[in-house]
Protein backbone atom coordinates (compact mmCIF):
# COMPACT_ATOMS: atom_id res chain seq x y z
CA UNK A 1 0.00 0.00 0.00
CA UNK A 2 2.80 2.63 -0.15
CA UNK A 3 3.18 4.75 -3.28
CA UNK A 4 6.30 6.77 -4.44
CA UNK A 5 5.77 10.75 -4.29
CA UNK A 6 8.45 11.29 -7.28
CA UNK A 7 10.76 8.92 -8.52
CA UNK A 8 14.24 9.43 -9.68
CA UNK A 9 16.87 6.04 -10.80
CA UNK A 10 20.31 5.90 -11.55
CA UNK A 11 21.65 5.03 -15.27
CA UNK A 12 19.87 1.48 -15.40
CA UNK A 13 17.20 2.29 -12.55
CA UNK A 14 16.21 5.58 -14.61
CA UNK A 15 15.05 2.84 -17.04
CA UNK A 16 12.92 0.68 -13.87
CA UNK A 17 11.76 5.08 -12.58
CA UNK A 18 10.56 5.50 -15.83
CA UNK A 19 8.28 2.11 -15.85
CA UNK A 20 7.19 3.04 -12.00
CA UNK A 21 6.64 6.48 -13.08
CA UNK A 22 4.26 5.32 -15.78
CA UNK A 23 6.24 6.26 -18.82
CA UNK A 24 6.38 3.22 -20.48
CA UNK A 25 4.43 -0.02 -20.12
CA UNK A 26 6.10 -3.08 -18.72
CA UNK A 27 7.08 -3.83 -22.73
CA UNK A 28 8.55 -0.80 -23.77
CA UNK A 29 10.66 -0.88 -20.11
CA UNK A 30 11.84 -4.42 -20.78
CA UNK A 31 12.95 -3.41 -24.66
CA UNK A 32 14.91 -0.45 -23.49
CA UNK A 33 16.65 -2.12 -21.06
CA UNK A 34 17.39 -5.69 -22.96
CA UNK A 35 18.98 -3.52 -26.19
CA UNK A 36 21.11 -1.29 -24.02
CA UNK A 37 22.15 -3.67 -22.15
CA UNK A 38 22.87 -5.55 -25.10
CA UNK A 39 24.95 -3.17 -27.49
CA UNK A 40 26.69 -1.71 -24.46
CA UNK A 41 28.34 -5.16 -23.96
CA UNK A 42 30.04 -5.30 -26.98
CA UNK A 43 33.48 -5.64 -27.06
CA UNK A 44 34.19 -2.23 -29.07
CA UNK A 45 32.56 -0.75 -25.44
CA UNK A 46 35.53 -2.19 -23.52
CA UNK A 47 37.55 0.08 -21.20
CA UNK A 48 37.22 1.40 -17.04
CA UNK A 49 35.83 3.64 -14.64
CA UNK A 50 37.49 5.08 -12.03
CA UNK A 51 35.43 6.30 -8.76
CA UNK A 52 36.68 9.68 -7.51
CA UNK A 53 35.98 11.79 -4.15
CA UNK A 54 36.83 15.14 -5.38
CA UNK A 55 34.60 17.60 -7.46
CA UNK A 56 35.35 17.45 -11.25
CA UNK A 57 36.80 20.93 -11.49
CA UNK A 58 39.47 19.85 -8.92
CA UNK A 59 40.73 17.13 -11.08
CA UNK A 60 40.30 18.05 -14.64
CA UNK A 61 43.75 19.26 -15.23
CA UNK A 62 44.51 15.54 -14.46
CA UNK A 63 43.24 14.40 -17.51
CA UNK A 64 45.00 17.04 -20.01
CA UNK A 65 46.04 14.67 -22.80
CA UNK A 66 43.64 12.06 -22.42
CA UNK A 67 40.82 14.03 -23.35
CA UNK A 68 39.96 12.14 -26.00
CA UNK A 69 40.56 8.58 -23.89
CA UNK A 70 39.09 9.71 -21.17
CA UNK A 71 35.59 11.70 -20.06
CA UNK A 72 33.39 12.17 -17.21
CA UNK A 73 30.42 9.99 -16.93
CA UNK A 74 28.55 10.84 -13.79
CA UNK A 75 28.06 13.10 -11.21
CA UNK A 76 26.35 11.59 -7.99
CA UNK A 77 27.21 14.04 -5.37
CA UNK A 78 29.38 17.14 -4.66
CA UNK A 79 32.54 15.11 -4.12
CA UNK A 80 31.62 12.06 -5.71
CA UNK A 81 31.99 11.33 -9.84
CA UNK A 82 32.77 8.64 -12.14
CA UNK A 83 35.82 8.71 -14.85
CA UNK A 84 35.23 6.31 -17.94
CA UNK A 85 37.34 5.22 -21.28
CA UNK A 86 40.76 4.09 -22.16
CA UNK A 87 42.43 1.60 -18.90
CA UNK A 88 46.24 2.73 -19.22
CA UNK A 89 44.88 6.54 -18.93
CA UNK A 90 42.35 6.00 -16.15
CA UNK A 91 45.53 4.05 -14.34
CA UNK A 92 48.03 6.93 -14.61
CA UNK A 93 44.89 9.36 -13.53
CA UNK A 94 44.59 7.12 -10.48
CA UNK A 95 47.88 7.34 -9.81
CA UNK A 96 48.05 10.94 -9.76
CA UNK A 97 44.95 11.13 -7.29
CA UNK A 98 46.60 8.35 -4.58
CA UNK A 99 49.80 10.88 -4.86
CA UNK A 100 47.28 13.66 -3.82
CA UNK A 101 45.40 11.69 -1.39
CA UNK A 102 42.39 11.84 -3.02
CA UNK A 103 40.11 8.88 -2.93
CA UNK A 104 40.30 6.88 -6.17
CA UNK A 105 39.10 3.55 -6.63
CA UNK A 106 38.53 1.54 -10.31
CA UNK A 107 35.39 0.24 -10.64
CA UNK A 108 34.46 -3.56 -11.25
CA UNK A 109 33.70 -3.46 -14.82
CA UNK A 110 35.08 -3.84 -18.21
CA UNK A 111 33.28 -1.42 -20.18
CA UNK A 112 33.45 2.46 -20.22
CA UNK A 113 29.54 3.60 -19.54
CA UNK A 114 29.06 6.97 -20.82
CA UNK A 115 32.07 7.47 -22.41
CA UNK A 116 33.52 7.97 -26.35
CA UNK A 117 33.49 3.70 -26.22
CA UNK A 118 29.84 3.90 -26.48
CA UNK A 119 30.44 6.34 -29.71
CA UNK A 120 30.10 2.73 -31.82
CA UNK A 121 27.04 1.43 -30.66
CA UNK A 122 24.86 5.04 -31.24
CA UNK A 123 23.19 4.44 -34.94
CA UNK A 124 21.90 0.76 -34.12
CA UNK A 125 20.45 1.81 -30.04
CA UNK A 126 18.84 4.62 -32.22
CA UNK A 127 17.30 2.26 -34.78
CA UNK A 128 16.55 -0.36 -32.66
CA UNK A 129 14.63 2.10 -30.37
CA UNK A 130 12.55 3.87 -33.33
CA UNK A 131 9.67 4.55 -32.11
CA UNK A 132 9.77 4.35 -28.47
CA UNK A 133 7.63 6.99 -27.06
CA UNK A 134 6.66 8.30 -23.21
CA UNK A 135 3.55 8.95 -21.60
CA UNK A 136 2.91 11.33 -19.18
CA UNK A 137 4.16 10.40 -16.19
CA UNK A 138 1.63 9.40 -13.66
CA UNK A 139 4.29 10.07 -10.43
CA UNK A 140 6.77 12.97 -10.93
CA UNK A 141 9.77 12.00 -12.83
CA UNK A 142 13.03 13.57 -12.07
CA UNK A 143 15.99 12.51 -14.77
CA UNK A 144 19.30 11.39 -14.07
CA UNK A 145 19.51 12.86 -17.99
CA UNK A 146 18.44 16.50 -17.10
CA UNK A 147 18.64 16.79 -13.61
CA UNK A 148 15.23 17.93 -13.87
CA UNK A 149 11.88 17.04 -13.76
CA UNK A 150 10.31 15.50 -17.06
CA UNK A 151 7.06 15.07 -18.26
CA UNK A 152 7.39 11.82 -19.81
CA UNK A 153 6.94 12.42 -23.54
CA UNK A 154 10.15 13.49 -23.97
CA UNK A 155 11.21 10.15 -22.75
CA UNK A 156 12.06 8.82 -26.69
CA UNK A 157 14.96 6.75 -28.30
CA UNK A 158 16.96 10.13 -28.63
CA UNK A 159 16.84 11.11 -25.04
CA UNK A 160 17.95 7.18 -23.78
CA UNK A 161 20.87 8.07 -25.71
CA UNK A 162 21.33 10.64 -24.03
CA UNK A 163 22.78 8.94 -20.71
CA UNK A 164 24.37 6.17 -22.72
CA UNK A 165 26.81 8.70 -24.22
CA UNK A 166 26.84 11.62 -21.78
CA UNK A 167 27.58 12.31 -17.99
CA UNK A 168 24.70 10.74 -15.74
CA UNK A 169 23.51 14.14 -13.92
CA UNK A 170 22.50 11.95 -10.54
CA UNK A 171 23.24 15.06 -8.21
CA UNK A 172 21.82 17.59 -10.29
CA UNK A 173 18.48 15.42 -9.98
CA UNK A 174 18.62 14.74 -6.19
Do not use: K
Not at 90 to 119: C, K, N, P
Amino acid sequence: GIGPDAVIGHIGGAMAAAYAAGVYDLEDAIRLSYHRSRLQSRPSSFGRMLAVGAPFAEIEPLLAGSEQLVCLAAVNGPAAITLAGDSDSLERILGALQERSIFARMLAVTIAYHSQAMDGIREEFLATMQGLRGRTARIPFLSDTTGTWVAGEECDEHYWWRPIRQPVLFRDGI
